[in-house]
């Protein structure tokens, strides 16, 4: 198998992988969340802080000041 071959099959896998992905983030309900660091986008470097998921991970929210001054105190 070559490189582009190799490149295209590790893709396509990506792409399903980041459908389940999205399908599982969909149908989650998001009981309970927590204020977490994350990645701004996927392909980005930028560290953001954020309400996430504690279930399926997902950016649910952006925390207000008071509760993000909490946050970085602890």
Do not use: W
Not at 17 to 46: F, G, W, Y
Request: hydrophobic share 30%.
């Amino acid at each position: 198998m070559g490189k582009s071959q190799k490149v295209a099959t590790l893709l396509g896998e990506r792409q399903k992988i980041e459908k389940e992905i999205e399908d599982i983030q969909k149908s989650c309900q998001h009981p309970t969340k927590s204020i977490k660091n994350v990645r701004e986008r996927l392909d980005s470097q930028t560290i953001v802080t954020r309400y996430v998921c504690d279930e399926c991970s997902l950016i649910i929210g952006i925390p207000n000041n008071d509760e993000l001054q909490n946050f970085l105190k602890q």
